[in-house]
DNA sequence: CCGTCGATTTAGAACCGTTCAAGTTCTGCC
DNA sequence: GGCAGAACTTGAACGGTTCTAAATCGACGG
């Protein structure tokens, strides 16, 4: 449930929308989508061939800091960017080819961390990431 | 409560214990260490200068593959190793330092992942991360 | 003892993902 | 048009980790 729900999100914010971080933007919309910086310039590249590697990742890291974008390191590789920010949910990711789905547990999430267990940090988020092996790797090797 | 119980647990595997294995395990002894690969090579060198950086790697992989050392990445910086596999626990992790702690959160853990949500994936392990900022790295800057 | 074979270690090069630096181009404003 | 600042590009640099080739070690059989 979006359509260009980043997009607007971003003007309405006042960010500068130059044609370069209009087609990053638009490679991140979805709810379900885990790119790379490389598959982002990837598909940016598709709308704007001219388009930097460091372009791409300097709009990953403003996106990041705005909140309008989560990085999550799972496994091996690349980080992955994930757009959907809005529903709370955590990862599951394969450890051999890195693949990452979302997912939503049932019957939890009142867990907090006490006071006595902050060590005086100041928190900021929760990340939750189930690891496992998925289909397509645990038939292809041990 | 260990002593040198990582290392009896290694001999009781038959797995071949040499000089250089044996100070790389020795440096990781302990229930709240969370090392570096750097700082491990440090340690180990204090007693057995000649220890390389690529055997620090190398023993770190095989020691994670055989379960006995749990690999954690959180915020900047360098993969960090706990030995502590045996208690279930958590970590908090500083954004900005990657300064890592244990904790163990009361009154949950039922956190399971339903059938429909594993996607055909073989599960390993599921990780809590809670990140944030330490009392240092938010004294010392916004 | 000696030679051989496989396992282990070493130094250094290679690699990958990411960031940095310097110069260029674009945008908005006077 | 001309200026100032922001954004962009290219390519080099960087940090962490893995790979490669060669040296070394240990165990075993002859």
Do not use: K
């Not at 370069?20 to 940016?44: F, K, P, S, Y």
């Not at 890291?61 to 974008?69: D, T």
Request: hydrophobic letters at 35%; one cysteine or more; aromatic letters at 6%.
């Amino acid at each position: 449930m979006s359509g260009t729900a980043l997009l607007e999100r971003l003007r309405a914010r006042d960010w500068r929308i130059t044609p370069q971080r209009r087609v990053i933007a638009q490679a991140l919309e979805g709810d379900h989508v885990h790119l790379t910086a490389e598959e982002v310039l990837g598909i940016a590249r598709g709308q704007l061939p001219e388009v930097s590697l460091a372009t791409v990742y300097n709009t990953l890291n403003e996106l990041v800091a705005m909140g309008e974008l989560q990085p999550v390191d799972a496994g091996p590789g690349p980080t992955r960017y994930d757009p959907n920010v809005a529903q709370p949910h955590h990862h599951l990711a394969c450890l051999r080819c890195g693949e990452l789905h979302d997912v939503y547990p049932v019957g939890e999430d009142s867990m907090e961390l006490p006071r006595s267990q902050r060590f005086g940090y100041q928190l900021v988020s929760r990340e939750v990431l189930f690891q496992g092996y998925c289909p397509r790797c645990r038939a292809t090797a041990p």
